[in-house]
Structures are given as structure tokens and as C-alpha cells.
């Protein structure tokens, strides 16, 4: 958790609803995805300093989804850090570094969780079936999903290369409360408007971002849908199209 979301809307609709100021060039070449998957290109809103004037200024960006540490030999060890647990981002030296200087949001139609079936009473082996659900605000609002992100420098590209830089990002989780727990014990981290400017502020600190991310959670409306989503070659709204769900996964109309 979280390991699949849906990011579809426009570019500029992000931008109004994140009051961006600037949309970075690659921004608008990232198709709308109904199945974000690890290692994707993924759009993230941050506050940077612009690269023409000097001044701070909040920026819509891609960056891929998987956190590349700064120290890491080789960018592989990003597919096992697409998610951050908000108990340990002051420990882990991965994380720690960028949650002081390096906050992100992760803009989300919604996400996707899976729901294992109760164990068989007869102690049957076999793969666990699993219900999907996509899981979106009950307002009908954009996710914003709390990332950290980094810069990683490629050593086998010359100086001048743009593409020496890798920006790589990860989403921050906690554990599930209330009738969401009944479909996964841990949820991302989505954080309300009105904390968006002091979580993206590069002048908010780390002990004060540490203390953001414990907001209470929006509510969420959980939807079954099919185990097509289960494929990342799958792609497409009809990923979000309502199923029923199978008879043991929970039912209830929202999280």
C-alpha cells in the first residue's frame, strides 16, 4: 500500500486546483494513466526555486515513482521505496533527508487496494483470491497524496547530459482506521487543502512536516472493480467500471 493509483486529469486542472505556477515541458508529454504503477512517470506539485529567476515558485513536475536515495549505486532500488511509513520517515535514512528539504504532492484521481479473502477453515493452500477496490474522496475532490522526492546523479552520464538527473518520488502511508482497515491495513497519506501550503513550504521543518502528516483523514467512497487492474498493462477508464464484489469483501458504501 500504495501500490496503484489513477492520475487522468488534465494538466491544467491540476495546475488550478494546486495553484502551480509553473508546468514543467515533460508535464504535458505524461499520458492520463487509470493504472499508475511503480517505476511510472508520475506527476508531482512542489515548491522550487525557478530555474530563470531564482524564486521560489510551485511547480507541477514528473518525477518516477519509486524513491532513488541520493547515495544509491544504481536506480534499481527504487522499486522497493514507493512507499514511506509516516512511523519511520525520521529513521530511515532514505527518507529523512527529504522530508526536511524535499516534500512533495502526489495529485490522484484515486488508488487502488487489494482485499485478501479470510483464510479457508480447512487450512486449504493455494493463492489467496483478492478484491479490488478503487478507492477515491467522497467529495469527488483531487487526491493529494504526501510524497517526498529526490535527485539521484547517474555517475555513467557526462556532465552536460540532461538526463544525468533522475527525480524519483515516493508516497508517504499510515495504518488504516475504521471500516477502510477491512480492506487493507495501511492507506496513503492524503492531506487536505489547507495544509497543502506548509507541507510544499521548503521552510517548514521537519519536525513540523512530521507533525502534518498526522491530520485526519478525508472520507474516502470504496468502489469494487474487476481484476483487470490487477494487470499494468491494463489501462483505461473502464478499470474504474463498479463490479460486484465478491461475497466475503467488505461492502460498505464508503472509508
Known sequence: MCGRYASFREDQALADEFAVAVVADDVRLLPPSWNVAPTDGVRIVVERADQA????????????????PSWAKDPSVGARMINARVETLAQKSA????LATRRALLPADGYYEWQAAPPPATGAKGRTPKQPFFLTPADGSVAALAGLYEFWRDPSKDDD?????????????????????AIHDRRPVLLPHDVHD??????????????????PPPALVATPVSTRVNAVA??????LDPVEPAPWAYGGPDA
Request: glycine fraction near 8%; avoid cysteine; proline fraction near 8%.
Open 161 to 181: 547530459d540532461p538526463a544525468r538527473w533522475l527525480v524519483s518520488a515516493t508516497v508517504v502511508t499510515r495504518a488504516s482506521t475504521g471500516p477502510l482497515a
Open 53 to 68: 529567476t531564482g524564486e521560489i515558485t510551485r511547480q507541477l513536475r514528473v518525477a518516477r515513482w519509486g524513491l532513488v
Open 198 to 215: 506548509a507541507w510544499l513550504d521548503p521552510a517548514t521543518g521537519a519536525d513540523a512536516a512530521r507533525a502534518i502528516l498526522d491530520v
Open 234 to 239: 491494463n489501462d483505461g477508464p473502464e478499470l
Open 95 to 98: 527518507f529523512a533527508r527529504p
